[in-house]
């Protein structure tokens, strides 16, 4: 059974930095896509940053230079440094994973960016 278990959320101030995990198990975690996607109230869920099994990352306009990507497929873990903060990033944060097979998704975290 797919399970990815999202971590590191919370409440942070504009400019501040946060550091996103999600641990998976159930799958092969070296041969699946990872993506961060965030879900702002009111709002349409969006990616974020996608990292794909060769390590090649995609981000979307609004985080270039302060959003990074990356994985630890020992650990079978994602990663998501968020830094200079800001409110409009405020969301609930999801983790994806995707082959060609198969899609699962975590429960998901809060980010709060707020003074």
């Known amino acids: 059974q797919v399970q990815l278990v999202e971590s590191g959320g919370g409440l942070v101030q504009p400019g501040g930095s946060l550091r996103l995990s999600c641990a998976a198990s159930?799958?092969?975690?070296?041969?699946?896509?990872m993506g961060w996607y965030r879900q702002a109230p009111g709002k349409q869920r969006e990616l974020v940053a996608y990292i794909f099994r060769s390590g090649t990352t995609n981000y979307i306009d609004s985080v270039k230079g302060r959003f990074t990507i990356s994985r630890d497929n020992a650990k079978n873990t994602v990663y998501l440094q968020m830094n200079s903060l800001k409110p409009e990033d405020t969301a609930v944060y999801y983790c994806?994973?995707?082959?060609?097979?198969?899609?699962?998704w975590g429960p998901g975290t809060q980010v709060t960016v707020s003074s």
């Open positions: 994806n994973a995707a082959s060609n097979f198969r899609s699962a």
């Open positions: 159930g799958i092969t975690f070296s041969t699946y896509n």
